[in-house]
């Protein structure tokens, strides 16, 4: 669970969409290496989110669905669903000060340190703006703008990607190659909604898909009784 738990926080940060109308003919979509710079820059002052990851095929990582809340202290609550040894579990868990608290479907919350989870990932980097998604954002490589779409309602530009190995992996451990990603920014505030990342190749090919919401609402992280 904790190598799960670690893979989680490292992929939220590395980042359900339905297509609105196309634009009208002559219309000019925006440079996809603008948009990103914008992104990168309020992804960098961004206090609280709350993320979503679903997975679809088969990609190389144990997590199948995840949602919860992350500060940019790296103080972080959800649930998570996860494969283990061929079994679905879920798992809740809660990152709050030094302490890491998790829990299976029964019994009660187990510790570790923060110390200690960092030896599988070190949270802090998420919201980082000179590590984390804002770093991801200001080094991908060859952005193209593809369309304008509607991610939960929100008017959104679709760009293509290129996001080089080392990044990604400084985010989500384990990956080895870089990422052809379709990253989703916000039309009005230039946030980040939604990424989605190829993964793996073969029998073990799929796609990550991470999208954020509620961007700088309120969140209180308490510990859970134990």
Not at 38 to 64: D, L, N, R
Not at 124 to 137: C, E, Q, R
Not at 138 to 150: L, V
Not at 159 to 187: E, F, H, M, R, T
């Amino acid at each position: 669970m904790a190598v799960a738990l670690g893979w989680l926080l490292a992929v939220v940060l590395a980042v359900a969409a339905c297509t609105s109308p196309a634009p009208e003919a002559g219309a000019t979509l925006p440079d996809g290496g603008e948009l990103l710079r914008k992104s990168a820059q309020a992804m960098g002052s961004v206090k609280t989110v709350g993320f979503t990851i679903e997975t679809e095929g088969k990609p190389p990582v144990p997590v199948q669905h995840a949602e919860g809340s992350l500060t940019k202290e790296a103080d972080a609550e959800g649930t998570i669903r996860m494969n283990v040894f061929g079994t679905l579990q879920e798992m809740a868990f809660v990152l709050i000060g030094d302490k890491v608290y998790f829990k299976g479907p029964t019994g009660g919350y187990q510790t570790m340190t923060r110390q200690q989870l960092a030896a599988l990932y070190d949270p802090s980097v998420i919201l980082n703006p000179d590590k984390g998604v804002a770093h991801l954002l200001s080094t991908a490589s060859g952005p193209k703008t593809e369309a304008e779409e509607s991610v939960d309602g929100a008017a959104a530009y679709r760009v293509a990607a290129n996001l080089s190995q080392p990044v990604v992996a400084a985010l989500i451990p384990g990956v080895d190659q870089a990422v052809a990603a379709k990253i989703w920014v916000d039309k009005a505030n230039g946030r980040l909604l939604k990424a989605s990342l190829p993964l793996g190749d073969g029998a073990t090919a799929g796609t990550v898909t991470v999208t954020f919401t509620d961007y700088d609402k309120p969140v209180e992280i308490t510990a859970p009784a134990t």
